[in-house]
């Protein structure tokens, strides 16, 4: 299972970015994806889940209302839609699916099985 991340990058505050994420040799459907973002001194957090069974997503109240995660119609690539970022956004930015579980929440908090290589998002003026 192989998960590649893209699309980090530096960006002002109140800005936008779409990180992507493409996923490759698992032929099931995962029943969670999400994202994870990771700054030097601290624990990874998930801060974007989704259960794909039901659609259900999972944010903790640090980006409730700001970020949105999808993925596209061949649930080959999940995204991460950032809007209005903040410098405290910035960090390193992981994809990630779980093989078995299936609760958006329980991803998000829990952690997942597979992880994908991470991507750096920097917001500053």
């Known amino acids: 299972v192989q998960l590649q991340a893209s699309g980090g990058g530096l960006v002002q505050p109140g800005g936008s970015l779409r990180l992507s994420c493409t996923v490759s040799?698992?032929?099931?459907?995962?029943?969670?994806v999400g994202w994870f973002r990771q700054v030097p001194g601290k624990e990874r957090e998930g801060i974007s889940c989704?259960?794909?069974?039901?659609?259900?997503?999972w944010y903790p109240d640090s980006v409730k209302g700001r970020f949105t995660v999808s993925r596209d119609a061949s649930k080959s690539t999940i995204f991460l839609q950032m809007d209005n970022l903040r410098p405290e956004d910035t960090a390193i930015y992981y994809c990630?699916?779980?093989?078995?579980?299936?609760?958006?929440?329980?991803?998000?908090?829990?952690?997942?099985?597979?992880w994908g290589q991470g991507t750096q998002v920097t917001v500053s003026s």
């Open positions: 990630a699916a779980h093989l078995s579980r299936s609760s958006s929440y329980a991803l998000c908090t829990n952690g997942p099985t597979e």
């Open positions: 040799g698992f032929q099931l459907d995962f029943p969670a």
């Open positions: 989704l259960s794909t069974w039901n659609d259900i997503t």
